[in-house]
């Protein structure tokens, strides 16, 4: 039976999701892939040229804002698809319901834009491999008139899986000083060199340092990608043999003040296969152990497109679609900004 996507949106207006602080997750959204896929495409944004040298030309920007509404929509979205079998060209839900109604009855917003992808992809490579080498896609992941993303995931991972990014503007939406962060791999063995990773955006300029505490030991992490106020971190962790690591992040801006990611409680490492979540509101391991190398931190429808031909960059098991509108919600005066292209997609990456 194929879901009703009105009935579903009715519910979302009659009993609104309860709010997260920025960072968290509960176990129905924000999961690992989906805060994967947010940092890869903050990541892009933060430094466009750096694996895409037709991208050269494109001022790096501002990452994008985490938005719960936006990853319901998208998340619906990945399970519809999942659930009833479809993958619309139109991105329309497989009921029928149009995508600017469907985003629109989670997210009030001037713009908004959707990217699709089905296939036995990583989080990595739906944004690397994928979506940056169509025009349609890399346009939406790289348009500065973007504040916010919601990313939706629903499938088997290496297996079966549909990917979302719904993209969205209010204008004016502040940005954290860490809007996204990761790890890979997602699933580490024991004893195995796992990157850990933090998207920073200060306008004041570069902090002095960031940090990232795993399991109370803190480790400085290094610039990565971007420029001035938008930069990516990076740092090499072993892990061990504890289930579920612990880990955050924490800047300490110029003027000396210290911020963390998540705001409360702290990311989850699944290690060796571990049923863990992606996130505990534990901070156990929020404090530097004295010998460790670090600070000591103590604190606490239309315009859309899509193809059943996969690309060369993701295999034979892949199809993706782009949407991009404005405004939103209303359908009668929807703009076409983007149309998906298959000419030329087949560039291959040169450098991550």
Known sequence: MIRSAGFVLLLSALFPAVALAYGEADGERYTLEERAMHFYTDRLRVDPGFSDPESD???????????????DAARFYAEDMELNGCFPADHSSCDGTSFDERVGGFYQGQLIGENIAMGGL????????AWLYSPGHRANMLNPSYEELGPGYAGTPWSNSW???DFGS?????IPLVTSATHNPLWPNPGQAMELYASVHDAAGMPTQVEVMVDGICYPMDHD????????YAATVQTGT????QYLIVVTTIDGDEFTYPDEGSLLVSVDEADCEAWTADRSAAECLPQANGSGFGGTGTGCGGSASPDENVGDNAEYGTCSVSPAPRRNSMLLLLALALAGVARRRTAR
């Not at 990583?122 to 944004?127: D, G, I, R």
């Open 170 to 174: 209010r204008g004016g939406t502040p």
């Open 122 to 129: 990583t989080p990595e490579a739906v944004v690397w491999d």
């Open 57 to 71: 030309h494109i001022d790096p920007m501002a990452p994008l804002v985490y938005n719960p509404d936006l990853n």
């Open 242 to 245: 504890q289930a579920c690591l």
């Open 225 to 232: 990608r971007g420029f001035d106020g938008s930069r990516t």
């Open 163 to 165: 990917w979302v990014q």
